[in-house]
């Protein structure tokens, strides 16, 4: 196979990657909290080729001399766009909205039997029983608890109206009384760019010390200086319909000249073989 194909063949299998990509935003432009993600492309391995006959001809040459001749392209990195989503109204108690750009829910995740914070800005919570006894618990929408300040948070059930106040406290009436029953745990991402997706709209802090980050230069808690959230409210998706479809139309033509690279340079080939001497 020539080099021209090889390198067509390559960056195909790359496009194919980012219009994974840009299908996976489309299709969560709905999701409350969803952060679009964006593919970046970088330049494979090139070989230096010195075809200067005269190199002293080349004096004042902006460029390095001779040809350099690519591999074709990679993703070079798939990141997050934290910018932050509309907030709509949807009057519902346990709906809340997070008002700072990189502030976040923390959701307690088990997985084989493996317990992990997650953290996401999906605030549409609910209200699941707790096993054994006349209780209740906030949580996500899949079952896993919302942390507190002092672990998920779970009070007991009967009461009477519930409502999430904007500096996070869950405040329950009963008979007239009410009482809070735990205060959200937002935390603040300083480097929002570590943040590692995990799938089901959330994310996970991956290995600091590998990055050389320690927690602290990531993760900290949400300053209390103003209201940290809206309740009755979500936020959401940052997708941007209008400017994923002009990278489908951009990608998908990308992905067609490079097909039609391949197919050229198999009849340029099958022209070559059928020369005579």
């Not at 990509?21 to 432009?29: D, F, K, L, T, Y």
């Not at 953290?119 to 942390?147: C, H, I, R, W």
């Not at 809070?180 to 745990?185: D, Y």
């Not at 991956?206 to 936020?235: F, T």
Request: charged letters at 20%; a negative charge; zero cysteines.
């Amino acid at each position: 196979m020539s080099r021209m194909m090889i390198q067509a063949a390559v960056t195909m299998n790359q496009l194919q990657n980012k219009l994974d990509v840009i299908g996976n935003n489309m299709a969560n432009s709905q999701t409350t909290g969803y952060k679009a993600r964006e593919a970046q492309f970088s330049s494979l391995l090139f070989q230096q080729m010195d075809n200067l006959n005269t190199p002293e001809n080349a004096e004042g040459r902006l460029t390095p001399d001779g040809i350099r001749i690519g591999a074709g392209a990679r993703l070079g990195s798939i990141n997050s766009n934290f910018g932050q989503g509309n907030i709509v109204t949807t009057d519902r108690a346990l709906d809340t909205a997070l008002l700072g750009r990189n502030h976040y829910f923390q959701i307690q995740v088990t997985t084989n039997d493996v317990t992990e914070t997650r953290y996401t800005k999906d605030g549409a919570f609910y209200l699941s029983p707790v096993e054994g006894n006349q209780s209740v618990m906030l949580t996500t929408s899949d079952g896993n608890p919302v942390l507190g300040e002092n672990g998920p948070i779970i009070f007991a059930d009967g009461f009477d109206n519930i409502d999430i106040r904007e500096n996070g406290q869950v405040v329950v009436e009963r008979a007239g009384q009410t009482e809070v029953a735990g205060t959200l745990a937002v935390v603040e991402a300083v480097r929002p760019e570590v943040l590692e997706a995990t799938g089901e709209n959330m994310f996970r802090l991956p290995d600091l010390n590998a990055l050389g980050y320690n927690i602290n230069e990531v993760l900290r808690q949400a300053p209390q200086n103003g209201a940290l959230l809206q309740s009755n409210a979500l936020e959401q998706s940052n997708v941007d319909l209008s400017k994923e479809m002009t990278e489908l139309i951009m990608t998908q033509r990308s992905y067609q000249f490079n097909s039609r690279t391949i197919s050229m340079g198999d009849q340029m080939m099958g022209l070559v073989n059928s020369l005579r001497s």
